[in-house]
Each structure stands twice: as C-alpha cells, then as structure tokens.
C-alpha cells in the first residue's frame, strides 16, 4: 500500500472518529505500511467500517488486521441460466451457482448480513452438492473446508 492510500485511510479514521484524532507524521504512515502491506485500502477501509457499528472507540492495527479476515466483496455474472456469484476474500474466491433466482435472491440477502465466513464456506459446500449432487466430496474435506482451515489437502 501506498502513502497516499495509508493518508487516505488515516483521514478516514480521522472523520470518523472526531475526538480521537490520530497523527500523520512519517513513523505513523511508515508503519501503518509495513502492518498493511499486502492488503487493499478498501479491505482495511470496510473492515474500519464493520468495526465502527460494533465498536465505540477508535479501532486499533490489531483489531483492524483481524477483522479484515471477515472481509469480503462479491461479484455476480449470468452465463445462460446460471448465476455465478464469487465471494471474494482476501485469499481466497468462493463459487457459487444458481439456476433458481429464488435461491439467489435468498444468498444475497444472506450476504447482506455480513455473515461469518464459516458459514459462508458451509454454505458453499452446500450449494456445490446441491448444482452437482454426486460430486465426491470426503468427509475430511468437508470438514477442513467449513473449520475454515485453508490447508491444502491431496484428500480432495
């Protein structure tokens, strides 16, 4: 990340948190960059955000590196009859299908409460059996999976 995006960010937290303002100088900027090197302005943005309707004090880097953990964006595109929605993680991108838009007006409120990504991951175990009901899946991956344990695992 960037000066400019570590400013940007800073006079976020700033606006946001009027009382407690927090100091730009070089050390502060260069050290907000060596915690979120690797990370997007808008993860840390959005993970600010989640903190700030849960919290009523100023988010430390700590708390702000764990929650952006739970941040995600989606994106959703049509190819025929089915709607692939991708849940995008820092890491990691979660598929989905939907034939029924039903089914997909039901994930995308579900989404819309920034659920944990662990129920996100059961669900997408769900809906891969549900598109493809003989899909082999072992039971220890299924398991690794939806604990949110991102090893990898020839056990697929």
């Known amino acids: 990340m960037e000066k400019k995006e570590i400013r940007e960010i800073l006079n976020f937290m700033n606006a946001l948190y009027p009382n407690r303002k927090i100091q730009m100088d070089s050390s502060v900027i260069e050290t907000w960059m060596i915690m979120f090197d690797g990370y997007g302005k808008d993860e840390v943005i959005q993970s600010i955000k989640n903190l700030s309707r849960r919290i009523k004090y100023i988010p430390n880097i700590p708390e702000i590196l764990d929650e952006i953990k739970h941040v995600f964006k989606t994106e959703m595109k ?79």
Request: proline share 5%.
């Open 78 to 156: 049509r190819m025929d009859e089915v709607v692939i929605v991708r849940v995008i993680l820092h890491d990691e991108i979660i598929p989905f299908k939907f034939k029924d838009s039903s089914k997909l007006q039901e994930f995308i409120s579900f989404l819309k409460t920034s659920p944990p990504i662990e129920d996100i991951k059961y669900m997408h175990m769900n809906n891969i059996l549900e598109m493809n009901p003989f899909a082999m899946i072992s039971a220890k991956a299924m398991e690794i999976y939806a604990s949110g344990n991102q090893k990898k695992s020839k056990q697929y």
